[in-house]
């Protein structure tokens, strides 16, 4: 069960390290995060991932960048008919991002930016930035972005693995049900 950390303040207060073997701890899932490569800031975790793709990379691959405050990833499926599964695909990332909300205690700024990119058609990089945020007053809250990262990564393992079996129907049909991208009440 987690446990929302004490509230810190002034300039050097930062959030816990993102790292590959705490999330890989909290991960249960079947495909997503076989592998997890763990980068400081880059431009694009999504551009990282593609060049590992044409490289040859695994299905369930993940590129995470940790800039210290915020959350960027990004991870390859590959799949037949890739671009023409990009609209689903986009909903598979909006409802992970919903359910790893609903699962992590965060402060009330957060903003979520959610980018499907397909480079071929035998694969797809789904990516993610998660913006933390500051808490009104200027207080800067403890973050488990591993918590998080892990949450989203095991959503989105098992709404893959659902698409996977039942196709765009299985996926829509929860979302419909939940009015759209499963937002934190």
Do not use: K
């Not at 073997?21 to 431009?43: K, P, Q």
């Not at 044409?54 to 960048?65: D, K, L, S, Y």
């Amino acid at each position: 069960m987690a446990h929302a950390a004490p509230e810190l303040s002034g300039p050097a207060a930062q959030p816990d390290s993102l790292s590959i073997e705490l999330i890989r701890r909290r991960l249960a899932s079947a495909l997503v995060g076989g592998h997890i490569y763990l980068f400081g800031r880059t431009a694009s975790t999504t551009e990282l991932l593609a060049r590992l793709a044409e490289a040859g990379a695994r299905a369930g691959t993940v590129v995470v960048a940790d800039d210290g405050m915020d959350l960027r990833l990004s991870v390859l499926f590959r799949l037949a008919g890739a671009l023409g599964a990009t609209p689903v695909l986009s909903v598979l990332t909006g409802r992970a991002a919903g359910e790893a909300l609903r699962q992590t205690p965060l402060p009330a700024a957060v903003r979520i930016e959610c980018a499907t990119v397909a480079h071929r058609t035998d694969w797809a990089i789904l990516g993610i930035g998660v913006n933390f945020g500051a808490i009104p007053g200027g207080a800067l809250q403890r973050i488990d972005r591993n918590a998080f990262a892990a949450a989203y990564l095991n959503a989105l393992d098992r709404l893959f693995a659902s698409y996977a079996a039942g196709g765009a129907s299985a996926v829509l049909a929860g979302w419909r049900e939940n009015g759209g991208l499963d937002a934190r009440q």
